[in-house]
């Protein structure tokens, strides 16, 4: 017999979303420290445009950090912020690697963040790592 009140929800793995969310903190410290040493060493690797794409990424990597530890306290708003914020910046990313303005290790980096980006929607989104849970209607 089949309970109809019930139905199979998945739930994301919070776990699995903060490691994707740290790989991200991980790759925007080591831009930013290569961006710094190639100030000094190539000047013409580390362009403006390059400097001012990586400020804006760091502010996400220490909001997303920050939203992360609310979405594993509890908060489904901050499920839905960190799922938001993702998706904006994998998709600039996306975009903005293909436009030839930047430097090609730069861009190389930017389709980095939307492979990390896509793997943090697909988590949250409950598509990787989820775990069947009991819903009731």
Known sequence: MVNKDTVRA?????VLASK???????????????LVVMTGVAPHLATDEAWG???????FAV???????????GSSGAVR?????????????L???ILPVFPLWTRIVM???VVTMAALV?????????????ATK
Request: proline letters at 3%; zero cysteines; charged letters at 15%.
């Open 95 to 97: 975009v903005e690697a």
């Open 63 to 73: 909001l997303l950090p920050l939203r992360m530890r609310a979405a594993r306290g």
């Open 81 to 93: 912020a960190v799922l938001i914020i993702a998706t904006v910046v994998g998709v600039v990313n």
């Open 122 to 134: 697909a988590i949250l989104t409950g598509r990787i790592g989820a775990r069947a849970t009991a």
């Open 20 to 34: 994707a969310v740290w790989v991200y903190v991980g790759l925007t410290v080591a831009t930013l420290i290569a």
């Open 111 to 113: 389709l980095v963040v």
């Open 53 to 59: 794409h990586q400020i804006i990424v760091a502010i």
């Open 10 to 14: 998945r739930e994301p793995d919070l």
